[in-house]
């Protein structure tokens, strides 16, 4: 099978997870807003939790994959790596764009303000902002290869910083909530909300894995035209 | 019959020797470096200018009836620092981008190591000149009696330094291969100085407070963590960059 026919078939494949993550999304509201108890303390405001947290673990988990992959194209040099780990920051930067919008919502009646200068905002904040920097890099670079490594060196150096970032805000100050999923011990949440955050994660996780495999197989296929381009050409 | 240097037998003379090759050559690209600087002085009189404007405005970007100079002063003193010293780091690359310069130094038997280091000691000796013409002028305009303190001020002004030309350096010599280079090094590089400029700003107010160095030992390990990590991973990642 040709690059471009797997590449297809990766896309198809992407494409129906993700219509089975959206389902499972569907659920999940529908288990959040009528299955789930109501929050003692926060009340209906503590619902967007089971959409908010997710995608923030998930947005984390795709910068990571990132930084990961870039470490192995520098190694491997693969142009298979370099494709999934800017697929992997694109779908991240969306992912942070939902967390960044429903962080906010739910801040305003909870700490009465939309937004704080808090060590888990700042710093997811600045990881925002540090891979749409990356995918600028890569737009403004035009040789595939040139981009591949530029784009790796990037990657790299922003997993190194994560830990910094956020020791440098925690230690200036922290509002956010502690951590319920995960923290040593058993989670602190009853079962019934746990199962909804729980499949929520799952359905999060499931939905950034079809948006990566349809990037993934765009950027192949991007790929496959411009060498069919350059031949043409030639 | 030529004579021969014959080179010490003892590993320790190898490596001897290695090192000083290696320094030697850093030393001879930062030299060139700012022996062509020196020449023009555009960048290092323009980032001057850059610093005491920074330095002046701030002054009027607050209530005076309501803020005073003294708690603005630090991150006034490190927003300087840093805008001041981004002029000048695109200029250690610009340099050679021009006839193909880098292939030239790539073609020496200089190692990609050392062609980073001796650059980086080139930005640093820049942005140094920078903080050392504006360090007085601050403490002047801003009317903060510091001498006192001052050794530990130009130790964080070391630190802090060093962490912002090694990032610095390697994130330049990516962006001088792209277009809008200008707009685009300060995009990849704040990010990366949020956690030193934060210490360096903390370490700064308490010393403009004359607090006790207890209070300042936790940012600066922190501080000195990032040098040392963020130093090890430029040099070594430089090699991905430079090598075609």
Known sequence: ?234 | MVAMRVPSCSGFGIWWQMANGFFAVAGAIAIKDLAVEWRTKTALVSSLVFAILVLAILYFARDATAVSAFEVAPGVLWVTFTFAGMLGLNRAFLLERENHALDGLRLTSATPHAIFLGKMIGNAVFVGLVQLVSLPLFILFYNVPIWNRLPVLVLVMAMATLAFVSVGTLLSAMVVRTRFSEVMLPVLLLPFLVPPIVSAVQVTWRILADRPMAEMTGWLSLLGAFDVIFFILSIMLFEAIITE
Do not use: C
């Open chain 1, 1 to 234: 099978m040709n690059r471009r026919e797997s590449a297809l078939t990766t896309a198809r494949r992407g494409s129906i997870i993700t219509v089975l993550a959206l389902a499972g999304f569907a659920g999940v509201y529908v288990r959040a807003l009528m299955f789930t108890p109501i929050e003692r303390f926060q009340g209906p405001a503590q619902k967007i939790l089971y959409v908010h947290a997710p995608i923030a673990l998930t947005t984390l988990f795709a910068f990571g994959v990132t930084g990961l992959l870039s470490l192995l194209y520098l190694i491997l040099k693969d142009r298979r790596l370099d494709h999934l780990a800017a697929s992997s920051a694109e779908v991240g930067v969306v992912l942070s764009i939902a967390m960044l919008i429903t962080g906010p919502i739910w801040g305003k009646p909870i700490w009465g303000t939309w937004w704080t200068w808090d060590a888990r905002l700042t710093s997811t904040l600045f990881l925002f902002l540090l891979f749409v920097g990356y995918l600028v890099l890569r737009d403004a670079l035009t040789d595939f290869e040139m981009r591949a490594r530029f784009s790796a060196v990037l990657g790299v150096l922003a997993l190194a910083l994560v830990p910094f970032i956020h020791m440098t805000v925690y230690w200036f100050r922290t509002l956010h909530p502690e951590p319920v999923l995960l923290k040593p011990g058993t989670p602190s949440m009853p079962g019934a909300m746990l199962v909804t955050l729980l499949s929520s994660m799952a359905v999060v996780i499931t939905l950034y894995v079809g948006f990566l495999m349809q990037r993934y197989a765009l950027s192949v296929l991007e790929d496959v035209r411009e060498e069919e381009a350059a031949l043409e050409l030639s």
